[in-house]
Protein backbone atom coordinates (compact mmCIF):
# COMPACT_ATOMS: atom_id res chain seq x y z
CA UNK A 1 0.00 0.00 0.00
CA UNK A 2 1.31 3.44 -0.95
CA UNK A 3 1.66 5.18 2.50
CA UNK A 4 2.11 8.69 3.13
CA UNK A 5 3.44 10.83 5.77
CA UNK A 6 2.45 14.43 6.67
CA UNK A 7 3.47 16.93 9.75
CA UNK A 8 0.69 16.29 12.47
CA UNK A 9 0.67 20.29 12.88
CA UNK A 10 1.20 23.13 11.34
CA UNK A 11 0.94 26.94 12.85
CA UNK A 12 0.66 30.08 10.72
CA UNK A 13 -0.75 33.72 10.54
CA UNK A 14 -3.26 34.95 8.18
CA UNK A 15 -1.79 36.36 4.92
CA UNK A 16 0.89 34.15 4.66
CA UNK A 17 1.68 31.51 2.25
CA UNK A 18 1.39 28.14 3.84
CA UNK A 19 3.33 25.09 2.20
CA UNK A 20 2.31 21.37 3.47
CA UNK A 21 4.18 18.28 2.22
CA UNK A 22 3.56 14.52 2.00
CA UNK A 23 6.03 11.82 1.24
CA UNK A 24 4.80 9.28 -0.78
CA UNK A 25 8.21 6.74 -1.54
CA UNK A 26 5.86 3.82 -2.83
CA UNK A 27 3.90 6.05 -5.41
CA UNK A 28 2.91 3.47 -8.57
CA UNK A 29 2.96 4.56 -11.83
CA UNK A 30 -0.74 5.47 -12.49
CA UNK A 31 -1.33 7.24 -8.89
CA UNK A 32 -2.94 10.70 -8.77
CA UNK A 33 -1.97 12.82 -5.82
CA UNK A 34 -5.43 14.15 -3.77
CA UNK A 35 -5.61 16.93 -1.32
CA UNK A 36 -8.82 17.23 0.50
CA UNK A 37 -9.55 19.50 3.72
CA UNK A 38 -11.61 18.83 6.23
CA UNK A 39 -13.52 21.56 9.27
CA UNK A 40 -14.94 20.05 12.06
CA UNK A 41 -18.11 18.45 11.94
CA UNK A 42 -17.80 18.09 8.80
CA UNK A 43 -16.98 15.59 5.67
CA UNK A 44 -13.65 15.89 3.56
CA UNK A 45 -13.20 18.34 0.86
CA UNK A 46 -11.82 17.79 -2.26
CA UNK A 47 -8.69 20.87 -2.58
CA UNK A 48 -6.77 19.73 -5.13
CA UNK A 49 -5.29 16.43 -7.37
CA UNK A 50 -2.45 16.30 -9.83
CA UNK A 51 -0.11 13.69 -11.21
CA UNK A 52 3.02 15.60 -12.00
CA UNK A 53 4.83 18.78 -12.15
CA UNK A 54 2.24 21.90 -10.96
CA UNK A 55 -1.41 22.20 -10.52
CA UNK A 56 -3.19 25.37 -9.65
CA UNK A 57 -6.84 25.98 -8.95
CA UNK A 58 -8.49 28.63 -7.14
CA UNK A 59 -7.92 27.49 -3.93
CA UNK A 60 -4.64 26.30 -3.84
CA UNK A 61 -1.31 25.13 -6.13
CA UNK A 62 0.02 21.32 -5.80
CA UNK A 63 3.69 21.09 -6.53
CA UNK A 64 5.01 17.55 -7.60
CA UNK A 65 9.09 16.77 -8.21
CA UNK A 66 10.03 14.71 -11.46
CA UNK A 67 10.25 11.50 -9.22
CA UNK A 68 6.69 11.79 -7.43
CA UNK A 69 7.85 10.41 -4.24
CA UNK A 70 6.55 13.93 -2.32
CA UNK A 71 4.19 16.58 -3.25
CA UNK A 72 3.58 20.33 -1.59
CA UNK A 73 -0.07 21.89 -1.15
CA UNK A 74 0.40 25.51 -0.93
CA UNK A 75 -2.26 27.96 0.33
CA UNK A 76 -1.31 31.53 -0.50
CA UNK A 77 -2.62 34.26 1.52
CA UNK A 78 -3.90 32.10 4.68
CA UNK A 79 -7.11 33.23 6.62
CA UNK A 80 -8.75 31.92 9.54
CA UNK A 81 -11.02 29.66 7.79
CA UNK A 82 -8.32 28.06 6.31
CA UNK A 83 -7.89 26.50 9.78
CA UNK A 84 -8.19 22.35 9.10
CA UNK A 85 -6.88 19.39 8.41
CA UNK A 86 -5.49 18.57 5.67
CA UNK A 87 -5.02 15.34 3.94
CA UNK A 88 -2.78 13.78 1.49
CA UNK A 89 -4.01 10.84 -0.53
CA UNK A 90 -1.99 8.44 -3.11
CA UNK A 91 -3.63 5.28 -4.45
CA UNK A 92 -2.27 2.34 -3.44
CA UNK A 93 -1.34 -0.34 -5.54
CA UNK A 94 -4.04 -1.32 -7.21
CA UNK A 95 -4.79 -4.63 -6.01
CA UNK A 96 -8.21 -5.91 -6.01
CA UNK A 97 -9.30 -5.05 -2.65
CA UNK A 98 -7.49 -1.71 -2.98
CA UNK A 99 -8.05 0.91 -0.07
CA UNK A 100 -8.09 4.55 0.18
CA UNK A 101 -6.18 5.85 2.51
CA UNK A 102 -6.52 8.92 4.51
CA UNK A 103 -3.85 8.73 7.05
CA UNK A 104 -3.80 11.02 10.18
CA UNK A 105 -3.47 14.60 8.12
CA UNK A 106 -2.16 17.49 8.85
CA UNK A 107 -3.58 20.35 11.29
CA UNK A 108 -3.25 23.30 10.06
CA UNK A 109 -3.86 26.44 12.55
CA UNK A 110 -4.35 30.11 11.40
CA UNK A 111 -3.76 32.81 13.95
CA UNK A 112 -5.12 36.78 13.43
CA UNK B 1 -27.92 21.40 -6.31
CA UNK B 2 -28.06 19.31 -2.90
CA UNK B 3 -25.25 17.63 -1.80
CA UNK B 4 -24.58 14.37 0.10
CA UNK B 5 -26.97 14.00 3.26
CA UNK B 6 -26.79 11.27 6.31
CA UNK B 7 -29.45 10.53 8.71
CA UNK B 8 -29.30 11.14 11.68
CA UNK B 9 -26.84 13.52 12.17
CA UNK B 10 -25.81 11.77 15.50
CA UNK B 11 -27.23 8.51 16.96
CA UNK B 12 -26.73 7.17 21.01
CA UNK B 13 -26.96 3.62 21.24
CA UNK B 14 -26.78 0.97 23.80
CA UNK B 15 -23.92 -1.88 23.56
CA UNK B 16 -25.67 -4.54 22.07
CA UNK B 17 -28.58 -2.38 20.16
CA UNK B 18 -28.54 -2.23 16.32
CA UNK B 19 -28.34 0.74 14.12
CA UNK B 20 -28.84 1.54 11.11
CA UNK B 21 -27.21 4.82 8.96
CA UNK B 22 -28.73 6.10 6.01
CA UNK B 23 -26.76 7.94 2.87
CA UNK B 24 -28.50 9.76 0.39
CA UNK B 25 -25.72 10.33 -2.36
CA UNK B 26 -25.40 13.09 -4.68
CA UNK B 27 -28.71 12.29 -7.69
CA UNK B 28 -26.88 10.30 -10.74
CA UNK B 29 -23.47 9.52 -9.20
CA UNK B 30 -22.13 5.88 -9.45
CA UNK B 31 -19.84 4.97 -6.68
CA UNK B 32 -20.33 5.41 -3.13
CA UNK B 33 -18.49 5.03 -0.24
CA UNK B 34 -18.65 4.41 3.52
CA UNK B 35 -15.66 5.15 5.80
CA UNK B 36 -15.01 5.19 9.80
CA UNK B 37 -13.72 8.34 11.41
CA UNK B 38 -12.42 8.02 14.48
CA UNK B 39 -11.63 10.75 16.93
CA UNK B 40 -8.37 12.61 15.99
CA UNK B 41 -7.81 10.44 13.13
CA UNK B 42 -8.67 10.70 9.42
CA UNK B 43 -11.29 8.41 8.05
CA UNK B 44 -10.80 4.79 7.08
CA UNK B 45 -12.59 3.18 4.14
CA UNK B 46 -14.96 0.64 5.16
CA UNK B 47 -16.82 -0.37 1.73
CA UNK B 48 -17.52 0.56 -1.91
CA UNK B 49 -20.17 0.17 -4.37
CA UNK B 50 -20.62 0.95 -7.67
CA UNK B 51 -23.90 1.48 -8.17
CA UNK B 52 -26.33 -1.45 -6.61
CA UNK B 53 -23.02 -3.71 -6.84
CA UNK B 54 -20.74 -3.92 -3.16
CA UNK B 55 -17.38 -3.94 -5.12
CA UNK B 56 -15.39 -4.18 -2.05
CA UNK B 57 -15.89 -4.43 1.50
CA UNK B 58 -12.47 -5.36 2.91
CA UNK B 59 -12.72 -2.48 5.00
CA UNK B 60 -15.47 -3.59 7.27
CA UNK B 61 -14.25 -4.59 11.09
CA UNK B 62 -16.54 -7.84 11.27
CA UNK B 63 -19.47 -9.07 10.35
CA UNK B 64 -21.67 -7.21 12.23
CA UNK B 65 -21.18 -4.67 9.99
CA UNK B 66 -23.54 -4.44 6.95
CA UNK B 67 -23.81 -2.01 4.17
CA UNK B 68 -26.45 -2.31 1.08
CA UNK B 69 -27.72 0.09 -1.79
CA UNK B 70 -30.40 -2.15 -3.25
CA UNK B 71 -31.55 0.57 -6.13
CA UNK B 72 -27.81 2.13 -6.81
CA UNK B 73 -28.79 5.18 -5.25
CA UNK B 74 -29.34 5.54 -1.57
CA UNK B 75 -27.19 3.49 0.72
CA UNK B 76 -27.65 1.98 4.10
CA UNK B 77 -25.18 1.03 6.87
CA UNK B 78 -26.24 -1.52 8.96
CA UNK B 79 -24.22 -2.25 12.55
CA UNK B 80 -25.85 -5.15 14.49
CA UNK B 81 -25.28 -5.99 18.53
CA UNK B 82 -23.02 -2.76 18.93
CA UNK B 83 -19.73 -2.24 20.80
CA UNK B 84 -17.91 0.49 22.35
CA UNK B 85 -15.58 0.62 19.55
CA UNK B 86 -18.23 1.23 17.20
CA UNK B 87 -18.47 4.51 18.79
CA UNK B 88 -16.78 6.76 15.71
CA UNK B 89 -18.21 9.42 13.06
CA UNK B 90 -19.73 7.27 9.68
CA UNK B 91 -18.89 9.37 6.66
CA UNK B 92 -20.42 8.74 3.09
CA UNK B 93 -19.40 9.84 -0.48
CA UNK B 94 -20.34 9.88 -3.76
CA UNK B 95 -18.69 9.67 -7.09
CA UNK B 96 -20.32 10.66 -9.93
CA UNK B 97 -17.73 8.17 -11.95
CA UNK B 98 -16.52 4.62 -12.16
CA UNK B 99 -13.61 5.09 -13.48
CA UNK B 100 -11.35 4.17 -10.74
CA UNK B 101 -12.00 5.42 -7.53
CA UNK B 102 -8.34 6.04 -6.53
CA UNK B 103 -8.45 9.13 -8.85
CA UNK B 104 -12.32 10.34 -8.60
CA UNK B 105 -13.42 13.03 -6.53
CA UNK B 106 -15.75 12.33 -3.72
CA UNK B 107 -18.34 14.33 -2.24
CA UNK B 108 -18.72 14.11 1.50
CA UNK B 109 -21.51 13.57 3.77
CA UNK B 110 -21.09 15.56 6.91
CA UNK B 111 -21.33 12.11 8.70
CA UNK B 112 -23.23 10.11 11.68
CA UNK B 113 -21.72 10.76 14.67
CA UNK B 114 -22.43 7.23 16.66
CA UNK B 115 -22.00 7.03 20.36
CA UNK B 116 -22.54 3.67 22.04
CA UNK B 117 -22.43 3.61 25.98
Known amino acids: LAKTTQPISMDSYEGQEVNITCSHN???????ITWYQQFPSQGPRFIIQGYKTKVTNEVASLFIPADRKSSTLSLPRVSLSDTAVYYCLVGDTGSSASKIIFGSGTRLSIRP | GAGVSQSPRYKVAKRGQDVALRCDPI?????LFWYQQALGQGPEFLTY????????KSGLPSDRFFAERPEGSVSTLKIQRTQQEDSAVYLC???????????????FGPGTRLTVL
Open chain 2, 49 to 56: FQNEAQLD
Open chain 2, 27 to 31: SGHVS
Open chain 1, 26 to 32: NIATNDY
Open chain 2, 93 to 107: ASSPTSGGYRTDTQY
